[in-house]
């Protein structure tokens, strides 16, 4: 096992499936303490203890991005066993089945509910912002704060306006423009801790199967953790505010 990251403390939340757990795996595999986040505290400790059978110090961590509680006391619990953060992966995220040309419904942007445009952005977007909010102070106790949002080459403005953008017809609204907000808030807040050692970017992991698209894709996760993984152990000197994929810059 590398021990390069020994020492470092990293949340990531929705851990305990798919990409998020692939992304505590290898950060774990390289000495960090990986606090796995999730919403059922006992799938939560499934994916630890499988995390611990490869020598990995995991510890699970109940955390819904969309509720204020169990992120407060996610912030008190580190607070109180670590005393910092140095790695935040805001890695939680939904397609909801009511989306545009998502699900079975095959619907045109113009005739989605609402509803589902407020429930996406509960996960996508609000809960994003609310873990990031609370976890600022401690990764500010970090020498070398991370933060990564798990954002989608279909939150890009640039390629869904290119007519031979591989994912043309992917025009899911609350999904995409989710993920576009997303990018829109790595942006800002790169802006205000420009002067501090915290780096955040936003990581397009491609079109990895997992269950938010019925493992449709046809990347693996392992695949799929390399730019969030590479954002997460930046060097002093790597970007911040940016929006990159394992090739390099995805156009905004």
């Known amino acids: 096992m590398s021990e390069d990251l ?3 403390v ?7 499936k798919g990409i998020g757990y692939e992304i505590a795996r290898q950060l774990g595999s390289r000495g960090a303490t990986v606090l796995v986040g999730a919403r059922d505290i006992k799938r939560g400790e499934e994916a630890a203890n499988k995390l611990r059978l490869n020598e990995i110090d995991a510890r699970t961590i109940q955390l819904d991005v969309t509720d204020q509680k169990t ?5 008190k619990e580190i607070e109180t066993e670590f005393g910092k953060l140095d790695i935040l992966v805001n890695n939680a995220g939904i397609i909801s089945d009511g989306d545009a040309y998502g699900g079975k419904l095959r619907l045109p942007p113009s005739q989605v509910d609402i509803e589902t445009l407020r429930h996406t952005y509960e996960t996508n977007v609000f809960g994003v912002f609310a873990v990031t ?3 600022l102070p401690l990764l500010k106790k970090s020498k070398a704060g991370r933060i990564v949002n798990l ?6 403005l640039t390629q869904n306006s290119d007519p031979n953008y591989e994912f043309v017809d992917f025009k899911l609204l609350a999904y995409n423009s989710s993920k576009t907000a997303v990018n829109a808030i790595t942006v800002l807040l790169a802006a205000e801790l420009k ?5 955040i970017n936003a990581a397009d992991p491609g079109f990895t199967a997992t269950d938010i698209n019925q493992y449709q894709g046809y990347r693996t996760v392992e695949q799929g953790a390399i730019a969030p993984v590479r954002l997460a152990t930046l060097p002093d000197d790597g ?3 940016g929006f990159f994929d394992e090739n390099g810059v995805v156009p905004w």
């Not at 990293?10 to 305990?16: D, F, K, P, R, S």
């Not at 002067?195 to 780096?199: A, F, N």
């Open 6 to 8: 020994k020492g470092k």
């Open 10 to 16: 990293a949340l990531i939340t929705g851990a305990n």
């Open 71 to 75: 992120i407060d006391s996610a912030a």
């Open 133 to 135: 909010k609370a976890m």
């Open 151 to 156: 954002s989608s080459g279909l939150g890009s």
């Open 195 to 199: 002067d501090t050692p915290i780096k």
């Open 239 to 241: 970007s911040s505010g």
